[in-house]
Structures are given as structure tokens and as C-alpha cells.
């Protein structure tokens, strides 16, 4: 059987090779795809890259998500990354699941872990071709709860426990590093292990919510040597994906994809079916076509214009003539992007300081302009499960000391 | 001295699915959700094969692959047979 019967004539593809130059010519199915199921939230992250929180009225509907499901059987997509917002708040969340797995398309879902009740664990773990992502981004409630929300430590790590008390094997802890959290790798490591979890590392894209959240929380140049030290240790038992490939300049390749996959290998469908080249890229600017509009999943991935453009041998722009272009390819063109930098330019983390030095020049000459975001359902009014993203400052134990103050002990603070 | 294994039935496992590729082909095994990717188009038409032929030789001239490449291909086959992907013939349905 052939699935591609016709596809817009793009370059030749090299025969042979390596897989990575195969990747970069696309495949005919996506090898990893995320389908965002709903916008709807019970939380909301301060990075969600995703700006969820309302449900969308366009939604897709219980018929149509089935229908997506169908297509993906067709095109032998063996399995679907899901998530959200937070999928399981969807009522037919549970009737899809089944019915993907009944059609040869695994699931692995990613969750805060809201409704990973008992129950819902002992059923998770009769089933095969089942893997769940649970999202934590501190390896304390402090560190995590400071983005994620009040409370959104307990929720995750009961639902571990729950889990892990049903004989689910091998469920997975999914951490977006920050700022705040790379310092917490080995702890994170040692939850994984007590839970008999996987640890599953990723990268802060400032995507959605996260471009308001990127100054504050994005790894400093010195945390990502950390990391990736720590990758370079630990890495062969941690997931990445293709998180990290930015990372490689520092020398060696890590384990995981060393290349940008976006619709190539990559793509997410969101909750409206519209098809973008990955999950960090919901923007006009990655939008390849819609599954109802354009003729369906398939006939998106394999003939849309973006795609086809996307899978043409990239020109390197002002990184083509750096000496580590072969190892980090420029980097995330979701994290250019987001923060105003040209998709030919260097990363905004590129481990060389060349983007930084591209942004402080673009700032400079006034010529960096931060795209608008194309979509928007973070709740309009804030609700209890809101970060709080306050610390405290140095406290003072006295008001401070007006030039009148008679006390021979005015301005004295005791130290200990 | 040729490899045994030329001499041996071997069949795709059961719970394995070959997707067609542009450089060859995709198998993804549903028991163990390992993906493996064969990166020529002579060795999908030998696993494909395997199982209509007494031996691998056979399948591997079925494919049409060169008896001077046969070696490499056998390597090739002995590293799917590690990931699960190929069985022994007679053993394809074995939960393992």
C-alpha cells in the first residue's frame, strides 16, 4: 500500500544517508504528533505554551475526534501524544482513549493529574498501549506551585501515588526546565525513582503564556552548561524528545533527536483541528491547514505549502557561517520566533551568546518586535488556582529612620 | 564461513507494523513501543519476505540483495531480532 499517491514535487531526497538528513526531508506520516484535545483548564501555568484555560466552542466534536483517529489508523501513526489544556477534563476523554487504542493509535496523555483518580488508575493500568505523562515543574511544592498554581504539587504527586498503588508501570514525570527547577535535576531523578516513574525533561519554549514568562524563568547561560552536564550523565534513562538539540554546540550530541522535527517527524492538531508544525509554534505563522476545512489530517501533512517549505534543505542565514551550525542547526525556530529574533538568526539560548547579542543589537536599533499572539483562552478573570508569582523582598523589622528620630538606637537593626 | 542464521526461518513478530517510508520503512512494535527504522528498501522486502521462505537466503534473494552484501544484511537482521522485531518462525505470537 502506498500512502502518498501525490505529493507537490519538493527537493530530492538523498538515498541513503543518515537518518536525521531523512528526517529533514519529512516522512509520510508524522512519527511524533501531539494533538491538543481541549483548551479547557483546571489550571493555569504562568508558561502554558499553549495560552489554555476557556474551552473552545469549535471544539471538535466526540464524531470528529474519531474520525481524526480513523485517519490516523489509516496512516499508520502508531501513537499520539495528548494533551491540553488538560485533556481529561474533556467529558468523552475517556471514550477516545479507548477508542485509539482500539484502532492501533497508542496514547500517551499528558495531565496534571486532576482526575487520575484510583479508579481511573487501576483502569489505566489494564490497559496496553496507555502512557501517562504526569506535568511538574518543581521537585518541591515551592518551586512548582510558584508556576503551576496552588496546590498543583499535591494533585500531580497523588496522582502518581494513585498510579503507582494500580501497578501502572513506568508512568512518566514531565518537567518543562526552568530557571527555578534545573538546580532540582537530581531530586527531580529521585522522585522519578521512588514512584518508579520515568523522568522526561523539556525545554521552556516562549510559547503562549510563556512568552510573557520567558525573561523571568528561561534557564540562564550557566544553567544550561548544568544541564547539560547533567544530560550528558543521566540522559541515556531520561526522555527528551527533541528538546535540547541547541545544546549539542556545547560539544558533544546528547541523547534524543538532534534536529528540529517540526513538520518534518513533528506536528500538533489543536482542539479546533487546525494543524501547526509543532506545539510550540500555535501561531499563523506555523499554521499548515485545518483537518475539516482542508481536506483532512493526511492530505495537511502531506501537501500543505508550510510543510513542503518546511522539509526544503534550510539556509543557516547568520548562524550558516558559525562553526557549531552542524551541531545545534540553528536551533528552536518556535523560540526565534517568539521572541522576535529572524528564523535564520541564532536561538535566544544559543550556548554560543550569539543570541542574546542579536537581541540586545535588535533592541538597541529598535528593530525587535515580539509577535502578537495569533490565539488567546487564558481565563479573562483570575480564579483560586492561579499562580501567585510574588516573592517575598528583604523584610524590614523597623520603619525606616526619619532624620528627626531621637532614639540613640535609631537605625540599629540587631544582627545575630 | 556464512552466518547460520542464513540458514534459519525467521518471520516479523505479530505485533509489529512495517510503515512505509520514502528511504524504506517504519516498524513500530506494539508490545514493546520500540521504533525502528529500516533505512533501505531491500531490507523491508527481506523482512517482508521472511516468512514466505524456508530460510533467510531465501528471502534475501527473493529481495533481490547480492549474495556479497548478504553479511551485512544478516547484521542488520540480528539487530531487529535484539529489538524484538523479527522472531524465530513458529515463535511469532509469543508475548515477550
Known amino acids: ?416 | 564461513m556464512s552466518d547460520p542464521m542464513l540458514e534459519e526461518s525467521w518471520a516479523l513478530s505479530a505485533s509489529v507494523a512495517l510503515r512505509p517510508e520514502p528511504f524504506g520503512a517504519l516498524a513500530y512494535h506494539f508490545g514493546n513501543r520500540k521504533l525502528t527504522f529500516l533505512k533501505r528498501p531491500e531490507l523491508v522486502e527481506t523482512v517482508r519476505a521472511l516468512e514466505h521462505h524456508d530460510d533467510v537466503r531465501g528471502a534475501l534473494v527473493a529481495a533481490g540483495v547480492p549474495s556479497a552484501q548478504h553479511d551485512g544484511f544478516v547484521a542488520a537482521l540480528r539487530g531487529l531480532a535484539a529489538a524484538d522485531m523479527i522472531r524465530p518462525r513458529g515463535r511469532e505470537e509469543e508475548s515477550g
Open chain 1, 1 to 416: 500500500m502506498t500512502i502518498a499517491a501525490q505529493r507537490p514535487a519538493g527537493v530530492a531526497r538523498p538515498e541513503g544517508g543518515s537518518l536525521v538528513q531523512q528526517f529533514e526531508h519529512g516522512l509520510d506520516a508524522p512519527i511524533c504528533l501531539t494533538w491538543e484535545l481541549t483548551y479547557a483548564c483546571n489550571l493555569e501555568c504562568a508558561h502554558c505554551l499553549s495560552s489554555s484555560g476557556r474551552r473552545d466552542p469549535r471544539e471538535l466534536s466526540t464524531e470528529q475526534c474519531k474520525a481524526v483517529i480513523d485517519e490516523l489508523q489509516r496512516m499508520q501513526v502508531f501513537y499520539v501524544n495528548i494533551g491540553g489544556g488538560e485533556p481529561t477534563i474533556r467529558p468523552d476523554f475517556w471514550e477516545l482513549l479507548e477508542y485509539a487504542v482500539d484502532h492501533q493509535v497508542g496514547v500517551k496523555f499528558s495531565t496534571n493529574g486532576v482526575r487520575i483518580t484510583p479508579e481511573r488508575a487501576r483502569f489505566l493500568a489494564s490497559t496496553d498501549y496507555v502512557d501517562v505523562q504526569i506535568s511538574l515543574d518543581g521537585a518541591t511544592a515551592e518551586v512548582n506551585d510558584y508556576v503551576r498554581g496552588p496546590g498543583s504539587y499535591a494533585t500531580a504527586l497523588r496522582a502518581l501515588q494513585n498510579l503507582a498503588d494500580a501497578g501502572f508501570g513506568d508512568a512518566k514525570i514531565s518537567v518543562v526546565c526552568t530557571r527555578e527547577n534545573i538546580g532540582q535535576l537530581d531530586e527531580f531523578k529521585a522522585l522519578a525513582d521512588r514512584y518508579g516513574a520515568t523522568l522526561r525533561l523539556t525545554r521552556l519554549r516562549p510559547s503562549g503564556r510563556g512568552a510573557d514568562m520567558w525573561d523571568e524563568l528561561h534557564p540562564l547561560p550557566e544553567q544550561q552548561r548544568q544541564l547539560y552536564d547533567w544530560l550528558l550523565a543521566h540522559g541515556e534513562n531520561v526522555l527528551t524528545g527533541d528538546s535540547f538539540f541547541h545544546l549539542a554546540a556545547f560539544g558533544e550530541a546528547l541523547p534524543g533527536l538532534n534536529l528540529c522535527g517540526a513538520g518534518r517527524v513533528v506536528c500538533l492538531i489543536d482542539p479546533v483541528g487546525d494543524v501547526y508544525a509543532c506545539p510550540f509554534a500555535i501561531h499563523d505563522q506555523f499554521h499548515a491547514g485545518n483537518v475539516l476545512a482542508d481536506g483532512g489530517f493526511q492530505k495537511v501533512w502531506q501537501t500543505s505549502a508550510l510543510f513542503t517549505e518546511l522539509r526544503a534543505p534550510q539556509t543557516g542565514g547568520a548562524c550558516s557561517s558559525c562553526a557549531f551550525f552542524d551541531s545545534c542547526r540553528g536551533g528552536c525556530m518556535a523560540a526565534k520566533f517568539f521572541t522576535g529574533l529572524p528564523l535564520d538568526g541564532p536561538d535566544p539560548e544559543c550556548v554560543q551568546g550569539y543570541g542574546e547579542q542579536t537581541l540586545a543589537q535588535m533592541t538597541l536599533a529598535g528593530e525587535r518586535v515580539v509577535p502578537a499572539p495569533s490565539q488567546d483562552h487564558s481565563k479573562t478573570t483570575p480564579t483560586r488556582n492561579q499562580p501567585v508569582m510574588l516573592t517575598l523582598g528583604p523584610t524590614r523589622s523597623a520603619p525606616p529612620v526619619s532624620a528627626c528620630a531621637e532614639s540613640p538606637l535609631a537605625g540599629w537593626e540587631p544582627t545575630l
